[in-house]
Antibody
Framework: EVQLVESGGGLVQPGGSLRLTCEASGFTFTSYSMTWVRQAPGKGLEWISYVSITSSMIYYADSVKGRFTASRDNAKNSLYLQMNSLRVEDTAIYYC?????????????WGQGILVTVSS | EIVLTQSPATLSLSPGERATFSCRASQSVRNYLAWFQQRPGQAPRLLIYDASNRATGIPARFSGSGSGTDFTLTISSLEPEDFAVYYCQQRSAWPLTFGGGTKVEIK
């Protein structure tokens, strides 16, 4: 059974940091690139980061560039998102989702999401 | 950035009716357009990829069409579980972008 399980969310003050983890199981992790997508409360979906299979390509949305760092560890079947200098507007549910190969069909499977709340 | 505009924002229909959603891209995305369904409190689910291909396990009542800048998602006969929010998404160019969503509510 394919599973993506996010962890590491919670409440943090503005300017603080959090590290999200997405653990994958039930499929060949090294056949998929990985992405982070977030959803602010009551709002739509926003892609924020992409990591290719070998981590040779990592892309970010402008809204998080310079503050967030995505990475993966293929030996641990895990994807990470280091979030620094957090802002109130970063409050959202963060989903990890897989993508076929490095450039194939996007988001064919999603994790259940993890809530990040940035508030003083 | 490719902007995806979905219409209408809300669709009020009854079970058994046909639902049609539109997604318009600000520039051509070729056929690299996907559709997702999101039920309340759940993660999105891939329905259609590359404009017209149903994802694994998606019922035949869901169909997609279009290419270039204009795309359509059709649900031939609404089931109770289809009342949800639907998003389109393009993978033609970075950054990957989503439309704003269409909510299908029970009339």
């Amino acid at each position: 059974e394919v599973q993506l399980v996010e962890s590491g969310g919670g409440l943090v003050q503005p300017g603080g940091s959090l590290r999200l983890t997405c653990e994958a199981s039930g499929f060949t992790f090294t056949s998929y690139s990985m992405t982070w997508v977030r959803q602010a409360p009551g709002k739509g979906l926003e892609w924020i980061s992409y990591v290719s299979i070998t981590s040779s390509m990592i892309y970010y949305a402008d809204s998080v560039k310079g503050r967030f760092t995505a990475s993966r560890d293929n030996a641990k079947n895990s994807l990470y998102l280091q979030m620094n200098s957090l802002r109130v507007e970063d409050t959202a549910i963060y989903y990890c989702a897989r993508r076929e190969g490095d450039s194939g069909v996007c988001f064919d499977f999603w994790g259940q999401g993890i809530l990040v709340t940035v508030s003083s | 950035e490719i902007v995806l505009t979905q219409s209408p924002a809300t669709l009020s229909l009854s079970p058994g009716e046909r639902a049609t959603f539109s997604c318009r891209a600000s520039q051509s995305v070729r056929n690299y357009l996907a559709w997702f369904q999101q039920r309340p409190g759940q993660a999105p689910r891939l329905l259609i990829y590359d404009a017209s291909n149903r994802a694994t396990g998606i019922p035949a009542r869901f169909s997609g069409s279009g290419s270039g800048t204009d795309f359509t998602l059709t649900i031939s006969s609404l089931e109770p579980e289809d009342f949800a929010v639907y998003y389109c998404q393009q993978r033609s160019a970075w950054p990957l972008t989503f439309g704003g969503g269409t909510k299908v509510e029970i009339k």
